[in-house]
């Protein structure tokens, strides 16, 4: 089922606790790195550190990103469904991509999940609802995301990149196989076998070709025998949480050679 792609190093730039000019500068120096995906994250606060730390908007930022960058891919990880119309998220989604194309196709990732952090709701006026309403809300975006992407003028530059982070077996990875590009997850090596047997008998019942799916993973607090394991059970998308002020580039580095060597 899994497509064997290249390993794709993805660096997560928390928006937190950095000004904004911190920010640009990490996201240049990443890029002529050679990292191959910058995400930021959808939140309004702080998820560590101080609560009323400096924090900043995720597709605002994401816009800003499209322009600065030349070869990179970005999204955040992730999107959350509740904050936005799908309606609207489509013709944000569909805006950036142009902005981000330089004579050819765009490099924005769509990235999406249900929404969790209860702090986001209750300050910005979202109803909270619940861990089953959330996804059903997501399923019901999804659906109208893509239908927006059909009926835009001009069109997306290419079929963004839909990807889908969570590990549910009822509801996340049936939306996974109904409509994922990627799959993202914390999930274990060891637990990966199961998930993606589920996630393969849900595209059985959606109709859905799977031979394309590829599986991401996060590197934080795991050593290269762990992402060894996750990349011998078909990860092939490494995300990095990478945290200011003081950005520690030698870790990116780290991870760069391994990916280097396992493309080798």
């Known amino acids: 089922m899994l497509l064997d792609t290249p390993v794709r190093l993805g660096v997560q730039l928390a928006p937190q606790h950095v000004t904004y000019p911190q920010m640009r500068d990490a996201v240049r120096k990443l890029e002529d790195m050679g990292v191959d995906i910058l995400f930021n994250w959808d939140h309004f ?3 560590s550190g101080d609560p009323e730390g400096l924090h900043y908007e995720s597709w605002t930022m994401l816009a800003a990103w499209a322009e600065q960058t030349e070869r990179v891919e970005f999204g955040a990880l992730v999107n959350c469904n509740s904050y936005r119309n799908p309606d609207l998220q489509a013709d944000m989604a569909r805006t950036i991509d142009h902005i981000s194309a330089r004579g050819g196709e765009g490099r924005f990732i769509f990235a999406t999940g249900s929404g969790w952090f209860e702090r986001d709701y209750a300050e910005y006026g979202y109803e909270f609802g619940t861990a089953g309403s959330r996804l059903n809300d997501l399923a019901e975006g999804l659906a109208r995301i893509e239908d927006r992407w059909k009926k835009l003028n001009p069109a997306p530059t290419r079929a963004i990149p839909v990807m889908i982070g969570g590990k549910g077996e009822q509801k996340t990875l049936r939306l996974v196989a109904r409509h994922a590009d990627i799959w993202h997850s914390f999930v274990g090596a060891e ?9 393969e008998r849900w595209a059985d019942k959606e109709q859905r070709d799977l031979s394309s799916l590829v599986v991401s993973n996060e590197l934080h607090r795991r050593s290269e025998d762990g992402a060894d394991e996750l990349y011998a059970a078909g990860t092939r998308l490494f995300t990095l949480n990478f945290s200011g002020p003081d ?7 780290s991870w760069l050679r391994w990916r280097d060597a396992k493309n080798g």
């Open 45 to 47: 606060f702080p998820l």
């Open 191 to 199: 637990e990966l076998p199961h998930k993606l047997e589920v996630i």
């Open 247 to 253: 950005y520690d580039y030698d870790i990116v580095r």
